[in-house]
């Protein structure tokens, strides 16, 4: 029977039953018949039909983005020698260790005899019929500037450097250089986040963009059990599985504080080497109900406040959150601990002796809502007196929560860790010790 055949048998079958049927050919068959795409891929990981510019894959966690994007080139190389494409990343490491030579990556969906040869030291891949991919980090948007290419694949497109404009600029220099072959294409693939260049990509003319949505269970069968029941177990329905699972684009809330936008803005890779270092705590209520807030925020000799980390815990005593808070004050060489004492009164300070924190430690009392505290310090953000070192999704989603006027509208019963960051920053920007001194390490 030849391969012909085969793959008639097993397009016949509903997908969930073709690996079943694919067992009862030979090795050297099976081997043939795995390298047809079309016969293993879902519907949406296809390329979809139209006279669209822009492919734009914004899907959850595991759905397969990369094995789509790494097979829709393979298709493009095979098919026309003269493909010339781009291979945009957030970062040069990225772009090499998942587009190129990642599980689902290209030199892994090419069959043998048609495998492009990786020359890292050019960043390109040439395929045995003259096809060529070059590798291009987005964090470098003038080397964008000049090449030529018929298509791009473009990944994690989320990822890229929106705290500037180095992102657009990456997109919009690819753009003007797409211009080779009859209908130049670009395939972008990400989780969705609110940032700018995702925004503009939503926004782009219907007839020029088609857009594929996809969530982790729709690639269930092709991953772990485990794995897809524990990622549900922690993050359900909460706004950060929403957007990392189910592949939704999460909008800003009228009247928020904070919008993603403007996070983003405030975004740096780096921080700079602190001052001053606090520890800020807002102690839950109970045991059993909202998360302990732990944020870690430093004063950097030009004034400005870094956000270093969230080491927020959930579900915990008095004896595990004070142990969380001893912990991150010791890792991170904290100046202070600063910890709200509205829930507990003197017992915070006593938890917190018996967990070992031996740092100076000043308990804070709320004599106003969360919303009304946190308006100053969201006025710090707008000002760019605020960078964030990293992204902290589950802070975040609770910053954009806090509404103008008093109402909280983000994930959780109680922005715990925005009240943390809150503090931290109020102590470090609008408190009498802020300003910044020699700190001796």
């Known amino acids: 029977m030849q391969v012909s055949e085969h793959l008639a048998t ?3 079958l509903p997908l969930a039953e073709r690996r079943a049927e694919l067992l009862k050919f030979n090795d050297k068959e099976q081997d043939e018949l795995l390298t047809h795409w079309k016969i293993w891929a879902r519907p949406e990981q296809l390329p979809p039909p139209g006279d669209w510019r822009t492919w734009l894959v914004m899907a959850g966690r595991g759905f397969g983005k990369t094995r789509a994007g790494a097979e829709w080139v393979r298709a493009l190389a095979d098919a026309d020698p003269a493909v010339r494409i781009a291979l945009v990343g957030a970062t040069m490491p990225e772009v090499r260790a998942v587009m190129v030579e990642g599980e689902s990556g290209l030199l892994a969906v090419c069959p043998q005899r048609h495998r492009p040869h990786f020359e ?5 891949l040439v395929w045995p019929n003259g096809a060529q991919a070059v590798l291009y980090s987005a964090q470098e948007p003038e080397a964008l500037r000049g ?21 657009t600029r990456a997109w919009d220099n690819l753009l003007l250089g797409l211009r080779l072959g009859e209908q130049p294409r670009v395939l972008a693939t990400t989780t969705p986040r609110a940032v700018p260049l995702v925004q503009r990509l939503m926004a782009e003319p219907a007839n020029d963009l088609a857009v594929t949505r996809g969530s982790t269970e729709d ?5 772990p059990a485990r794995f897809v029941a524990d990622i549900r177990r922690s993050f359900g329905r ?4 929403r957007q990392e699972l189910d592949g939704e684009l999460i909008a800003d809330i009228e009247g928020a504080l904070w919008t993603r936008a403007l996070l983003e803005r405030c975004r740096v890779q780096a921080s700079h080497e602190m001052a001053r270092i606090v520890v800020a705590v807002d102690p839950p209520a109970s045991a059993t109900g909202d998360a302990c807030g732990i944020v870690v925020a430093g004063l ?3 004034g400005t406040a870094h956000v270093l980390a969230d080491a927020s815990v959930e579900r915990c005593g008095p004896e ?4 969380a808070v001893a912990a991150t004050a ?19 300070g006593s938890v917190l002796r018996a967990a070992q924190v031996s740092l100076p430690l000043r308990l804070v009392h709320a004599s106003r809502g969360k919303v009304a505290r946190a308006e100053p310090v969201a006025a710090l953000y707008e000002a760019g007196r605020v960078h964030h070192a990293g992204i902290f999704p589950a802070l975040e989603d609770e910053l954009c929560g806090l509404i103008a006027g008093g109402a909280y509208q983000g994930p959780g019963r109680s922005p715990d860790r925005a009240d943390a960051l809150v503090w931290a920053l109020t102590e470090l920007m609008l408190g009498m010790t802020a300003q910044p001194r020699v700190r001796i390490t």
Not at 120 to 124: E, F, I, K, V
Not at 332 to 345: F, K, L, M, P, T
């Open 10 to 12: 097993l397009e016949a």
């Open 120 to 124: 890292p030291s050019l960043r390109r």
């Open 147 to 167: 090449p030529q290419h018929s298509h791009a694949w473009c990944d994690e497109v989320a990822k890229w450097d929106n705290a500037s404009a180095r992102a």
């Open 219 to 223: 690639n269930r069968v092709n991953l």
């Open 238 to 241: 909460s706004l950060l599985g």
């Open 300 to 302: 950097a000799a030009d």
């Open 320 to 323: 595990r959150w004070a142990r």
């Open 330 to 348: 010791d890792a991170w060489r904290a100046d202070r601990v600063v910890a709200e004492a509205n829930q507990g009164g003197a017992m915070v």
